[in-house]
Nanobody, 123 residues
Framework: QLQASGGGLVQAGGSLRLSCAASGLTFSSYAAVWFRQAPGKSRKFVAAISWSGGFTYYADSVKGRFTISRDNAKNTVYLQMNSLKPEDTANYYC??????????????????WGKGTQVTVSS
C-alpha cells in the first residue's frame, strides 16, 4: 500500500514537500514514481527515482523546480516542490514500478498505485 501526504494550499512561488509511505511491500526493490492529475484532465507523469536512488527522471514541466528523493530505511519517497505555479495544482499520487524504465510517460505501467494528496497553488 502506498499513501501520499504533505499536500495543501500554497501561494505561487512557494514550496511543499510531499511524502509517499509504503507498507506491505519491499519498497527498496521498486522504482518510485510520482504522477498528478488535475480535475477534468488526464494523469501526468511528474518524476521517477530508481530503487537505489541513483537515477532520476523528470517531466520537462517540473525539471529544475521539483526534486525526487527516497529513504529506503523509512520506506518513503519524497517530492520537494519549489517555485510552485498555479498550473501545478493537482492531486499528486505515487506509484511503484518493479523495474526501472529509464524513461517514463503519462501512461507508463506501474505495479502498485497509491492514494493521492491534493496540492493547490493560488495565484
Amino acid at each position: 500500500q502506498l499513501q501520499a501526504s504533505g499536500g495543501g494550499l500554497v501561494q505561487a512561488g512557494g514550496s511543499l514537500r510531499l511524502s509517499c509511505a509504503a507498507s506491505g511491500l519491499t519498497f527498496s526493490s521498486y522504482a518510485a514514481v510520482w504522477f498528478r492529475q488535475a480535475p477534468g484532465k488526464s494523469r501526468k507523469f511528474v518524476a521517477a527515482i530508481s530503487w537505489s536512488g541513483g537515477f532520476t527522471y523528470y517531466a520537462d514541466s517540473v525539471k529544475g523546480r521539483f526534486t525526487i528523493s527516497r529513504d529506503n530505511a523509512k520506506n518513503t519517497v519524497y517530492l520537494q516542490m519549489n517555485s510552485l505555479k498555479p498550473e501545478d495544482t493537482a492531486n499528486y499520487y505515487c506509484a511503484a514500478d518493479s523495474g526501472w524504465k529509464g524513461y517514463y510517460t503519462d501512461s507508463s505501467r506501474m505495479d502498485w498505485w497509491g492514494k493521492g494528496t491534493q496540492v493547490t497553488v493560488s495565484s
